[in-house]
Structure formats: C-alpha cells, structure tokens
C-alpha cells in the first residue's frame, strides 16, 4: 500500500479533480483543481502551498558532523553556518553527481539534509570509513514539511511568527506555530519568494489549518507537482530524474553528469581556497584544468513565430497552456543541410508568464554561449518538426522579491 503524509486528511479533502501520482512510496496530488493555470499563478500571483514531505529527510549531529559533510558534499560546508541554508550536491571519485539536496544548520553543529532518494546507508558507510563520531538519522518519517511560495509568502507566514522578519533568502531558524515547534527556512524551488516548514508529524494538519487561515485575505491555493515543475523551469532549477540521473545506477559514463556540466560551476569558485578532500574533487580539479566537460546545462527559449508557424501548417493550434514535458526533445545546429545532431532538452513548458515556450537543455560548449540559435524539435501531430531556439541565461524569471529584505509591515 502507498504512504500517505501526515498532511494527506487536508489534502484529501482539498483534492478536487481526484488525481494521485507515487513519490517516493507517496500518494501525492499532481493537482488539485481542474485548472493548472489557477495553481500556477497561486505561485507567482498570490500564495500556494505544497506538500514536499516525500523527500527524504535527515538530522546530522555529532562531534564530526561538520567534518562528515566536508568530506561527503561537493559544495564547502563552512559557507552554511549556523541559521543558514545551502543548496549542494554530493559526487563519486569520478566526480559525477549521486544527488543534490538542500542542508541547514540551523543551531550550532545540528544539521538537517533533504534529498530525493534515500541515501542513509551511503553516509553511514562514508562515516564508517574515515571514522567519523557523527549520527545520521533517517527522520523521514518523523516530519512533513510544507512549501509557502509566492509574493504574499511573507503576508501569511508573518501573522503566526515573528522570527521569520529577519530571515534573509536561505536563512533558516527554529520558531513555533500556535505552541508548535517548527523549522523554517527561506527556501524553495518555485524561484519566487518563499519559505518551506519542517514540521513534527504530529503537528502536521494544525500547522496546515495555520497556514491556510492566515493566508484567506491573500488568496492561498493548495498547489500539486505539476504547477510546481512549470515554475521551477521558469526558475531554471533542475529536477533529478529529468534534467539529470544519479550516478548510482548508470551503467556507463554517458548516463552520469558533472556539477560543472550541470551548470553548477559556482559551487567551486573558492576551491582554490578550500583544501577539502571531498569525494570527487580530483575529478572536477581536473575537468576545471583540462576544461574537459562534454556538455554544460543552458535555457532555450523557443522562437514564438517559428513555434506557431509549423503547429498552423499542420492546421492545428500551437500548444501554449498547461504545457509540460519531461520528455527528451532532440537539438540541432541551424544552418546544416542535413539534421546535425547537437544535444537534447530534457525539460520543457510554455509559460503564460513570459509568453514563450521555455526549455533545460544540454550543449557542447561552443554552442552554450547566450543568444546562439539551435533547432529544437516538437512533435507536431506525431511529425518531428524543427523550430528556432535561443540560449538564455537561467534563471528565465528571477522576481526581486525573492531575495529581498523583508520587514515589519512589508507588502510585497
């Protein structure tokens, strides 16, 4: 039988269309109403709020917790301090990516790590073996964790407690909900202003209800995982399982990606300064050297009239609503008489927002440059088709409320 989360009474009842999908062993709602646009613009119009408890969840502690992570992420550890937030990754020796995931510290030496596939018996065998005084606990089933995002994120999360004010963008700190003990962090992977609860199972529903009170004079929408994936390509976040696979189970080195090839290169630019010896650094020290990535991670935004242009010839209306893929979707250098293949999309959306079809891309490096023109091919009535693209620089929609300071009274 699939899990259910601790929040599955309010979700159930908010489902309208009656649709679930499995995450992780979960029943979780694709969507809740009928229209995708409704719960998207609840994300870059008012406020939504999202069920994430499928990822798994874990609470590093110890006299080596600290010197754990720097061995086993990618990404320095002395940069997320206490009551602070990181995105990261962790790698193999050959420097290819097993996972990413989101770490806080959120009191001095108490970590906490979500990732998309449970990964407990990898860091207790890392531990094991350089000997290591740290307890890693699987506490996935002890919290759900709930996703605020939107402008008015902060109108709503406010009015229950005051220790969000001074929450900058990846801040994180431990507060309470109507007597309940929370964590919270300035998080998300919407891309707009937003923050993500951690919440005891227990509390689950009564922290929801809080939420969902507070948030009546602004509009909050429940929102599922496809309204969800339409935003974060906007915000040009990638998706394990889409836009890259865990190293883990690749049978060969095509199947497996590098942070740099990720387009995470800026989770090096102090290397130099860090003598770390994290699993993989004389991988990627050597793909920085020999600049030997294969490919690297772009935006494409779509030609809007090349778009239209083959969907009409075909005597049939462009998709642009509600649109989204996972699919791979295959590239091509423009101005070649035959199809000369380049690269791929892996994900792909039409955004109502930027009025323009977006997708995450994988490039050679000499066509990565912004504003160079490739052919993407759609499938139009089971034909493919190609249209002009551009890269772009990621993110496609980054708000400056997302990073702003907020403070006492603030209307975003």
């Given at each position: 039988m699939p899990l259910t989360t601790p929040f599955h009474p309010r979700v159930a009842s908010a489902n309208r269309v009656g649709l679930w999908k499995h995450w992780a062993g979960y029943l979780i709602p694709p969507q809740y109403q009928y229209s995708l646009t409704a719960e998207y613009y609840g994300i870059r119009n008012s406020v939504s709020l999202?069920?994430?408890?499928?990822?798994?969840?874990?609470?590093?502690t110890g006299r080596d917790a600290a010197r754990f992570l720097a061995r086993v992420l990618a990404r320095d550890i002395d940069g997320c301090p206490p009551g602070r937030?990181?995105?990261?990754?962790?790698?193999?020796?050959?420097?290819?990516?097993?996972?990413?995931?989101?770490?806080?510290?959120?009191?001095?030496?108490?970590?906490?790590?979500?990732?998309?596939?449970?990964?407990?018996?990898?860091?207790?065998?890392?531990?094991?073996?350089?000997?290591?005084?740290?307890?890693?606990?699987?506490?996935?089933?002890?919290?759900?964790?709930?996703?605020?995002?939107?402008?008015?994120?902060?109108?709503?999360?406010?009015?229950?407690?005051?220790?969000?004010?001074s929450l900058t963008y990846f801040g994180a700190t431990k507060t309470e909900i109507r007597g309940r003990s929370v964590i919270v962090s300035r998080t998300g992977y919407t891309g707009d202003l937003g923050y993500e609860l951690w919440i005891h199972s227990e509390d689950a529903c009564e922290i929801w209800d809080?939420?969902?009170?507070?948030?009546?004079g602004h509009n909050i929408v429940p929102i599922g995982t496809t309204a969800l994936k339409m935003a974060r390509i906007e915000a040009g976040l990638l998706l394990m399982g889409a836009d890259f696979h865990s190293a883990r189970f690749a049978w060969v080195d095509a199947q497996c990606e590098t942070p740099l090839e990720l387009g995470w290169s800026w989770m090096f630019r102090t290397l130099e300064d860090d003598d770390r010896a994290f699993i993989?650094?004389?991988?990627?020290?050597?793909?920085?050297?020999?600049?030997?990535?294969?490919?690297?991670?772009?935006?494409?935004a779509v030609d809007w009239h090349e778009y239209?242009?083959?969907?009409?010839?075909?005597?049939v209306l462009p998709p642009r609503h509600e649109v989204y893929s996972e699919s791979t979707m295959s590239i091509y250098r423009r101005g070649t008489k035959e199809w000369d293949y380049?690269?791929?999309?892996?994900?792909?959306?039409?955004?109502?927002?930027?009025?323009?079809?977006?997708?995450i891309a994988k490039l050679p490096l000499d066509l990565a440059k912004p504003g160079t023109e490739v052919d993407l091919e759609v499938t139009v009535i089971r034909r493919p088709e190609n249209v002009l693209a551009r890269v772009e620089r990621m993110p496609f929609f980054n708000p400056t409320r997302k990073t702003a300071a907020m403070d006492e009274g603030a209307a975003v």
């Open positions: 999202l069920d994430t408890t499928p990822l798994f969840k874990y609470r590093i937030a990181q995105y990261t990754c962790w790698c193999n020796e050959g420097g290819f990516v097993l996972q990413d995931g989101v770490i806080l510290q959120v009191t001095e030496g108490e970590y906490w790590l979500t990732a998309a596939d449970p990964t407990l018996r990898y860091f207790r065998v890392v531990a094991r073996d350089m000997g290591a005084e740290v307890d890693i606990e699987d506490v996935s089933r002890a919290f759900g964790i709930l996703a605020l995002q939107g402008p008015h994120a902060y109108d709503v999360i406010r009015q229950l407690t005051d220790d969000v004010t809080a939420l969902m009170q507070a948030g009546q993989g650094r004389a991988a990627i020290e050597a793909e920085l050297r020999d600049k030997s990535s294969r490919w690297t991670t772009v935006g494409l239209e242009r083959v969907y009409s010839a075909a005597g380049a690269g791929y999309a892996s994900s792909f959306t039409s955004s109502s927002l930027l009025r323009t079809p977006l997708a």
